[in-house]
T-cell receptor, first 116, second 113 residues
């Protein structure tokens, strides 16, 4: 069964500092990988995704993530945090390409706090 | 113009009642979903419909019944509400395979008292 692990339920950084949110997946075959962001009392918004091709993926708001098959990881980074980045971040996977199952499996989420 | 809209946004009801949550998408997508987010923010798929056909039905109590009258709508009806049903319910849609972007609604916060 596929699963997603996000290390650290809370991450706090200073404004301007590097943001690193960790995500590891367990699957014998690389899945499709996603990062979503959830602002308070709102729905989820896609930040970026990896399907095939280039392993370094750039997303919205200056975020990027790198798919590392050898490490089964898809960590999210941003060089310089902004106050507006404070939100809940979810890593998600899908194996729909192989199983036909059209649904995302989400990690437990990481709350990012940005200190002034 | 909202892509995926859910109504109501907030729902407070007593145990034992029956309630419905409606979802509409204007993106022309062929697949719609219901996800449940619990108090610890954990998100889990409940149902998925493709072209009005149920394709995913997770281990959800029979009290939950989805209905898709057409490709643009997916409603969730809940019978005999229990305290444990309190959560935020998200509707989402995508076109074709889920590796394409899934668009989420704003969520419906259900509180059962």
């Amino acid at each position: 069964a596929q699963s997603v692990t996000q290390l650290g339920s809370h991450v706090s950084v200073s404004e301007g500092a590097l943001v690193l949110l960790r995500c590891n997946y367990s699957s014998s075959v690389p899945p499709y990988l996603f990062w979503y962001v959830q602002y308070p009392n709102q729905g989820l918004q896609l930040l970026l995704k990896y399907t095939t091709g280039a392993t370094l993926v750039k997303g919205i708001n200056g975020f990027e993530a790198e798919f590392k098959k050898s490490e089964t990881s898809f960590h999210l980074t941003k060089p310089s945090a902004h106050m507006s980045d404070a939100a809940e971040y979810f890593c998600a996977v899908s194996l729909s390409r192989l199983t036909g199952r059209r649904a995302l499996t989400f990690g437990s989420g990481t709350r990012l706090q940005v200190q002034p | 113009d909202t892509a995926v809209s859910q109504t109501p946004k907030y729902l407070v009801t007593q145990m034992g009642n029956d309630k419905s949550i409606k979802c509409e998408q204007n993106l022309g997508h062929d697949t719609m979903y219901w996800y449940k987010q619990d108090s610890k923010k954990f998100l889990k798929i409940m149902f998925s419909y493709n072209n009005k056909e149920l394709i995913i039905n997770e281990t959800v109590p029979n009290r939950f019944s989805p209905k898709s009258p057409d490709k643009a709508h997916l409603n969730l009806h809940i019978n005999s509400l229990e305290l444990g049903d309190s959560a935020v319910y998200f509707c989402a849609s995508s076109q074709g395979d889920v590796h394409t972007e899934a668009f989420f609604g704003q969520g419906t916060r259900l509180t059962v008292v």
